[in-house]
């Protein structure tokens, strides 16, 4: 029951405003320097993508081969000084949790913005990975893993804050193991945003080769679940969509690039 209460309340606060946090609650100012993204690059290769074990939602099947090339991917999730840094505000629900916690209630539109500014600081072009890129990096590079890092549920606990561990609220990032690619945060703590726009149905077209998710699109699409979600619904191919201006309490993101 508590478990159901706490996902109502993430819907829920899609439709709640709160005023933000602004960035004079930390030691920065708007445009201080920040120190550059931490990448891991992620060497790419073909995969089984999608619902591998049998035991997941419609929107996970049919199971089909996709193939990325290399990019790098953010080793944590944007954390709200980061965010803060850039943007002059924090909008997190959960600014107590502290400057090392991820940056969440910010929609699909918000990280654009951010995304650009980012770019433009460091020289870079950053951009939100591809469904296909974030679930072979969160799967070890493609193994057959149920959640990132294990695919032993005694052991999801060590790898990722979920309902059983997360006391109903974010962490700062980087305080679990991280997966066999040296990312942390992939499973659980808080939602993050694709590039891709959603559809139900999409894995029964879907290419092969650097799939980039349909043309359009109402919805963006979600991924690794957040604090509030029991064990079988952080599973590293679970997906969900919200439209792109939606906010809400335990949705984030991290950054990618593409690789030369």
């Excluded at 930390?26 to 990448?39: D, G």
């Excluded at 790098?72 to 959960?94: D, H």
């Excluded at 294990?150 to 997360?166: F, K, P, V």
Aim: net charge neutral.
């Amino acid at each position: 029951m508590r478990s159901f209460v706490v996902t109502l309340m993430f819907f829920f606060s899609l439709a709640i405003a709160q005023s933000p946090a602004f960035a004079d609650d930390y030691p920065i100012t708007p445009n201080a320097p920040i120190k550059p993204m931490e990448m891991v690059l992620i060497k790419g290769g073909c995969y089984k993508m999608g619902d591998t074990f049998g035991d997941g939602a419609d929107n996970e099947k049919p199971v089909h081969e996709v193939c990325v090339k290399d990019f790098y991917l953010g080793k944590y999730p944007v954390t709200q000084i980061q965010w803060a840094g850039r943007m002059g505000l924090n909008p997190s629900k959960e600014s107590e949790c502290g400057i090392t916690c991820p940056v969440e209630n910010v929609s699909w539109n918000d990280v654009q913005e951010f995304i650009s500014k980012m770019s433009q600081r460091d020289g870079v072009t950053y951009r939100l990975p591809t469904e296909a890129e974030w679930e072979y990096a969160a799967r070890s590079g493609g193994k057959s893993e149920k959640w990132a890092g294990t695919s032993d549920e005694r052991e999801l606990g060590d790898y990722a804050w979920n309902y059983n561990n997360s006391q109903y609220r974010s962490h700062p990032v980087g305080e679990k193991k991280p997966n066999g690619l040296g990312l942390y945060d992939m499973t659980g703590n808080v939602w993050q945003w694709m590039s891709d726009w959603y559809a139900d149905k999409y894995y029964a077209e879907s290419l092969k080769d650097q799939p980039r998710g349909p043309a359009t699109g109402h919805l963006h699409t979600l991924r690794g679940g957040y604090w509030g979600d029991l064990a079988r619904f952080v599973r590293v191919t679970r997906r969900i969509g919200l439209p792109p201006t939606a906010r809400a309490a335990g949705t984030g993101f991290r950054v990618a690039r593409s690789a030369p």
